[in-house]
């Protein structure tokens, strides 16, 4: 796999899969970025260039512990946009990735083409995320066979009484079967001085990226899964909301991995927002 090296010396990887036009794409967790694989197939619409957040996949463990910070990777991603020599870049967040994808707009926006926030997390933005609206999202899922347990155990955690993350899994995807366990499974994150430090004290400053997103010439795309637990269309939408250019789309039967709910129409849907405006 391919490496560059960030400000501060840390070795960082990226995988490259595709034809077509770069597009770079951070993963969530912090997480190996091979939970993603190609995106349901965009990969035959684009160059995906997956990076490896620093401390997940094969990049390297930085010396620095606070350096795993959301604010402090803004600078591994443009790293990776000056190691590319694209003056400019399509770029995808997923997750907790769209918080990185978020600040690195805020920070960069002359070098971002079109952003594509999928079932991204809010927290850069400060959008605040209800119990009562993960219940909510929740209650669609009653017919599932799981229903029971696993909103059960969702109450406990929005109430505040511990709960078990492993038992709610399934409000994650569209459909709980084989494939997606295995894709559960597979996509914990392993780092967690990574995780713990993604979002450590300073990692946001929500009035000012709201502030420089305001006046962000780029075209957004934000796609929220009709079951996101995680992300619920809702917050989605209010997040669409502090762009002054934004589509929403709302996939439906979709949870988190959109891609897996429904490759043809998430890779559609992706691959035509970042068509336009492209000679």
């Given at each position: 796999?391919?490496?560059?090296?960030?400000?501060d010396?840390?070795?960082?990887?990226?995988?490259?899969?595709?034809?077509?036009?770069?597009?770079?794409?951070?993963?969530?967790?912090?997480?190996?970025?091979?939970?993603?694989?190609?995106?349901?197939?965009?990969?035959?619409?684009?160059?995906?260039?997956?990076?490896?957040?620093?401390?997940?996949?094969?990049?390297?463990?930085?010396?620095?512990?606070?350096?795993?910070?959301?604010?402090?990777?803004?600078?591994?991603?443009?790293?990776?946009?000056?190691?590319?020599?694209?003056?400019?870049?399509?770029?995808?967040?997923?997750?907790?990735?769209?918080?990185?994808?978020?600040?690195?707009?805020?920070?960069?926006?002359?070098?971002?083409?079109?952003?594509?926030?999928?079932?991204?997390?809010?927290?850069?933005?400060?959008?605040?995320?209800?119990?009562?609206?993960?219940?909510?999202?929740?209650?669609?899922?009653?017919?599932?066979?799981?229903?029971?347990?696993?909103f059960?155990?969702?109450?406990?955690?929005?109430?505040?009484?511990?709960?078990?993350?492993?038992?709610?899994?399934?409000?994650?995807?569209?459909?709980?079967d084989?494939?997606?366990?295995?894709?559960?499974?597979?996509?914990?994150?392993?780092?967690?001085?990574?995780?713990?430090?993604?979002?450590a004290?300073?990692?946001?400053?929500?009035?000012?990226?709201?502030?420089?997103?305001?006046?962000?010439?780029?075209?957004?795309?934000?796609?929220a899964?009709?079951?996101?637990?995680?992300?619920?269309?809702?917050?989605?939408?209010?997040?669409?909301?502090?762009?002054?250019?934004?589509?929403?789309?709302?996939?439906?039967?979709?949870?988190?991995?959109?891609?897996?709910?429904?490759?043809?129409?998430?890779?559609?849907?992706?691959?035509?927002?970042?068509a336009?405006?492209?000679?």
């Amino acid at each position: 796999m391919p490496t560059f090296t960030a400000p501060d010396g840390t070795l960082l990887s990226y995988r490259a899969t595709g034809t077509g036009a770069p597009l770079v794409c951070l993963p969530g967790g912090p997480a190996d970025s091979a939970y993603l694989g190609d995106l349901g197939g965009l990969s035959t619409h684009r160059r995906l260039i997956v990076l490896d957040l620093r401390g997940t996949g094969r990049s390297a463990v930085p010396e620095d512990p606070s350096s795993y910070r959301c604010d402090r990777l803004v600078a591994d991603v443009e790293a990776l946009r000056t190691h590319l020599g694209l003056p400019r870049i399509d770029l995808l967040g997923h997750s907790a990735g769209a918080n990185l994808a978020t600040q690195y707009a805020a920070r960069h926006p002359d070098s971002v083409r079109r952003l594509a926030l999928v079932t991204p997390g809010t927290r850069a933005v400060d959008i605040p995320i209800t119990g009562r609206t993960r219940r909510e999202v929740a209650r669609l899922r009653a017919g599932e066979p799981w229903f029971p347990a696993a909103f059960a155990a969702l109450e406990e955690i929005t109430e505040g009484r511990g709960g078990d993350w492993e038992a709610v899994a399934p409000f994650f995807y569209g459909r709980w079967d084989a494939a997606a366990q295995r894709h559960h499974a597979a996509g914990r994150p392993d780092n967690e001085e990574a995780v713990a430090g993604f979002g450590a004290e300073g990692a946001f400053t929500p009035q000012a990226t709201r502030a420089a997103l305001g006046a962000l010439e780029a075209p957004a795309l934000l796609l929220a899964g009709e079951f996101d637990l995680n992300s619920p269309p809702e917050a989605v939408a209010r997040f669409a909301e502090l762009f002054p250019d934004a589509a929403l789309t709302v996939q439906p039967g979709a949870g988190h991995y959109p891609w897996l709910d429904d490759a043809d129409r998430f890779t559609a849907a992706v691959a035509a927002f970042l068509a336009q405006g492209r000679a």
